[in-house]
């Protein structure tokens, strides 16, 4: 079995990589250490609580910034480039002095990238919504030159760090999380060459908006939100959802598809990792599974049973109305057309989060789509929930066939936290 943890750059600049390596061997138990490459727009923790270890912040919140000093070459001839932290522009490297201490203690390191989601400078390819505004921190998956950036970023990190494997983030349409919750976002990408590829492929983009736009409107009109998804979970998908959502997981799948193919030639077939969302979600942002296994090497998928899956369902619902009268039936129209079975009011949903029951369905899902020939992670939520619920959660993800574990996070969990998951590792082989 796989025991893995996910450090954000805080962690290793506020604490130092000598006590987060210790710590992670230590305590945690553990031989695999997966630091993020770049950090998205997220409230550290999300969504509320403070950093229970961190001596110098109670909460971080971070701006999508590129945090490795990887200089403006390796993007030469791209229209755009990533934004570059201060700190990494002034040289610090956390990556690197996490990666020397880890490799002193034997500690395998697997960077964390960021595929899609990013802060850009220059002409970014980026996501349109169907209401015509851009998502500025989304690279469109169908523009080339998104799919140049990404190979590049990937190559200039595995070859500085000498690393032979990689966890690939975020290769998907946004959900509706960011710097704050907005449901518009599910609704991308309709940037032209989209909705020209769109149209090439035969699928009316008239009739598709006007399908699509009671979501648009989803934040005025819950009542529109509501039918849309109770329609949807009566019925199906229409034929036009139906190939919207066939488009966008051959888009991602085309991407990976990349990212694989420069591993394979230009890295020597490094092991490639994707972080997916839980099967019942992924779909909805363009990953399909079954289209995905071939393309890696296996995949963790965060059934994070408090926050709802992965990203926040709370706070989903919340943003589509403000008002409780009407938030329990957003609430279960959109648990409903999404197949979760666990039969939650809103109300008990926000006290105690999905079932740990959601944990192994998920996993099960996952590892149905992926086959015996590829491992499936579970990520196991270790902040934010109690403990008895971290070996709860890794028992059930095991019967469910999971090659092993992603701890999530280590700033955002507490050292009490970090203990249990030291003797899960232990115990469970
Ligand atoms: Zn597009």
Not at 116 to 141: D, H, I, K, R, Y
Not at 151 to 166: C, G, I, N, P, S
Not at 296 to 308: E, M, Q, S, V
Request: aromatic share 10%.
């Amino acid at each position: 079995m796989l025991h893995a943890i996910q450090v954000h750059p805080h962690d290793v600049r506020d604490e130092g990589a000598e006590l987060v390596v210790e710590r992670i061997v230590e305590r945690a138990g553990l031989r695999v250490v997966a630091p993020e490459v770049m950090t998205i727009e997220e409230r550290h923790p999300y969504p509320r609580g403070e950093l229970p270890h961190n001596p110098r912040h109670r909460v971080v919140v971070t701006e999508a910034r590129l945090e490795v000093p990887i200089g403006a070459a390796a993007f030469d001839g791209l229209p755009f480039r990533p934004v570059v932290s201060q700190r990494a522009l002034a040289g610090d490297d956390y990556i690197g002095e996490l990666a020397r201490v880890a490799a002193s203690r034997g500690v395998r390191m697997v960077p964390w990238i960021k595929a899609l989601n990013g802060a850009f400078s220059g002409q970014a390819p980026v996501q349109q919504m169907l209401n015509g505004e851009p998502v500025p921190t989304w690279l469109c998956p169908s523009r080339p030159e998104t799919r140049e950036y990404l190979v590049r970023l990937v190559e200039a990190v595995m070859e500085r760090y000498e690393v032979d494997a990689l966890l690939l983030d975020r290769l998907r349409y946004p959900d509706w999380s960011g710097a704050r919750v907005c449901p518009q976002r599910l609704l991308t990408c309709f940037c032209d060459a989209c909705v020209q590829a769109m149209s090439k492929e035969g699928i009316d983009v008239r009739r598709l908006t006007a399908q699509l736009s009671p979501l648009s409107h989803a934040d005025h009109d819950p009542a529109a939100f509501v039918a849309f998804w109770r329609a949807y979970a009566e019925q199906g998908p229409t034929e036009d959802l139906r190939a919207w959502l066939a488009f966008r997981a051959r888009a991602i799948t085309a991407v990976a598809r990349d990212v694989r193919a420069a591993l394979d030639v230009r890295l020597s077939g490094a092991t490639f990792w994707l972080n997916l969302w839980p099967p019942s979600f992924g779909w909805l942002l363009g990953q399909d599974m079954r289209a995905l296994g071939p393309v890696c090497d296996g995949a963790k998928i965060f059934p994070y049973h408090r926050l709802g899956g992965g990203a926040d369902l709370a706070g989903l619902v919340k943003a589509v109305s403000p008002r409780p009268s009407e938030q329990e039936e957003v609430f279960r129209a959109f648990t409903q057309a999404l197949g979760l079975p666990y039969g939650l009011s809103f109300d008990e949903f926000q006290v105690a989060g999905l079932p740990i029951d959601f944990v192994g369905d998920e996993t099960r899902k996952a590892v149905e789509a992926f086959g015996p020939r590829r491992p499936v992670f579970a990520g196991i939520q270790i902040w934010d929930t109690p403990l008895e619920e971290i070996p709860a959660s890794c028992g059930v993800a095991k019967a469910a066939g999971a090659g092993g574990f992603f701890y999530y996070c280590y700033g955002w969990a507490s050292l009490e936290a970090i203990d249990v998951v030291g003797r899960v590792a232990s115990s469970v082989r």
